[in-house]
Every structure is written in C-alpha cells, then in structure tokens.
C-alpha cells in the first residue's frame, strides 16, 4: 500500500534503537510488542530514554505512540485484553517481571492525562494523597511541606496557597493540570509521562505547562506524546516519530524537524500525510 510518494509500509525499519545512553538511561525498551487481543499496536520498539531528558512522541492518530507511553508504566494493565511482551528496564529491574509490584512503579514512574483529572477532592488533599497512601508522610508538618513544595514545582502554589481546602474541581482547566502534575511530583518520581497534557486547554494556559516541562526537566525525566509538532521543537531534547506502531525514527529533536533520517518522518513533519 503506497503512503506517500516514493515510500511504502514495507520501508518503515524493523529495529530501530533510540540513541543510546548506555549507564545514563532512565528506561530501556527492548523489543517490545503490544497486541490487543489478535491485533498488533507495537512493532518491536527499542528505545533509551536518558535521565532528564525530555522526550517527545509524535505520529498520526492512531500510530501507537500513547499505547507505547502507557507500557513504560504498565497503565496498559488495565486492559484485559492488552499484552505486552519484551522488556523494560528501570532501576535494573524488568517492569514486566511477575515479582514487579505495579503501585510503587507508577509512583515511580507517574503519569499526567490528556484530560486534567483532579480528585473530588480539596486542593491540598489531591496532593497529600500519594505521599500518605505510599508511607511517605504521615505527619501533617511533613504533608504540608510536601504539598507546598510540590505545587511551587508545578507553579501554582502563588494561585492557590489561600485556598487549599475548596475543591480542585474548582480551579480553571490549565490550573487543573498543573494540580495534577502536583499531584504527581508529590510522591517523588523519577520519570514523568505526559499523554497530551495541553490538548485540552487554552494557548495561555498550554504555555504555562511548556514552561513548567522545562523547569521540572532539571529534576525529572520526561516522555510526552503530543500531537503538536510545535509543541514537540517547543519542549523536547529528543523526538521519537511513530508510525502503524513502529518507531521510525528518534533523534534529537532540531535534526528531526530539519534534516529527518526516514522519508516517512519528513513526509509527516512537511505535512504529506497525517
């Protein structure tokens, strides 16, 4: 089936590997597979990801790039019918082995949604949460500093710091996510994933959460798919471009926007298909 001009299914590589960051890899993928039932999402995907690097997942509807973001924190185990095979590596420890306990490795490697999901909850409570569910703080000295550090990381501590007891389904859609982001810091993780995080918001408010990914860079490693390709050169070190669920290309990100390695990628950042 022809694609675009000049390239087909059948040149999209089969074993691609990100960069490697040998010791300074945050997470390693090998080989990894991803099936729904009968049907294949992801093709062998190998890729590092380096420790406080921002990486970028971009690609049509569809290609697998949130499917692929979701395995490096097992939320795909929500799905009966999902299976994951392959391997992931953090902390020197494969996520997908029998013994790996799945609440401390999505507090380890949390997660932000498309859609700001605050609890039903106060301001404060939404980021006390995890750190009294995970044994990190009990004393309410010890979650009152960890609720105000977490929310000055994610830049809104100066907004609601007056009101930390009314809900947080109370705040504005950009406020919401950075609430969330709060709520994700809170428990002390080493990767961030980001699923679309500003698809639902306004230009200003998206701003505010580019800003804040490039502040929290410093001490968190992040991977995040958008289906912005300015928001992508805007945010990242690195850019991975999905397509029918294999990894194309992954390169730093001003080479994957300028001078592409794949005609697939080049097709899909100059707007030939997607």
Not at 168 to 183: D, N, P, V, W
Request: glycine content about 6%; hydrophobic content about 35%.
């Amino acid at each position: 089936m022809k694609l675009v001009d000049n390239v087909t299914e059948h040149t999209i590589p089969k074993d691609t590997v990100g960069t490697p960051f040998s010791d300074n890899a945050e997470i390693s993928v090998r080989n990894v597979d991803v099936f729904y039932g009968e049907k294949q999402a992801i093709h062998n995907v190998s890729l590092d990801i380096g420790k406080n690097e921002v990486i970028a997942m971009i690609g049509p509807s569809g290609c697998g790039k949130s499917t692929f973001l979701r395995v490096l924190n097992r939320m795909n185990d929500t799905i009966d019918i999902c299976r994951v095979t392959g391997e992931i590596i953090h902390d020197g420890e494969n996520i997908y082995a029998p013994k790996t306990d799945v609440v401390p490795l999505r507090a380890r490697v949390g997660m932000v949604f498309q859609k700001p999901n605050p609890f039903p909850k106060s301001i404060y409570d939404n980021v006390a949460y995890g750190p009294k569910l995970h044994g990190i703080a009990s004393r309410r000295t010890d979650l009152d500093e960890i609720v105000e550090t977490s929310l000055t990381k994610a830049g809104l501590w100066n907004e609601v710091k007056d009101r930390l007891h009314t809900p947080g389904t109370g705040l504005s859609g950009g406020q919401q996510q950075r609430l969330c982001i709060a709520r994700t810091i809170a428990v002390n993780p080493e990767v961030i994933l980001m699923d679309e995080p500003c698809s639902a918001l306004d230009p200003i408010a998206t701003a505010k959460i580019e800003e804040l990914i490039a502040e929290l860079s410093t001490n968190y490693t992040i991977a995040i798919v958008t289906h912005s390709m300015q928001q992508a050169a805007r945010v990242s070190n690195r850019t991975a471009y999905f397509h029918l669920g294999h990894l194309v290309e992954v390169n730093p990100t001003e080479q994957v926007f300028t001078n592409p390695d794949h005609a697939l990628t080049e097709a899909y950042i100059t707007g030939r298909f997607g």
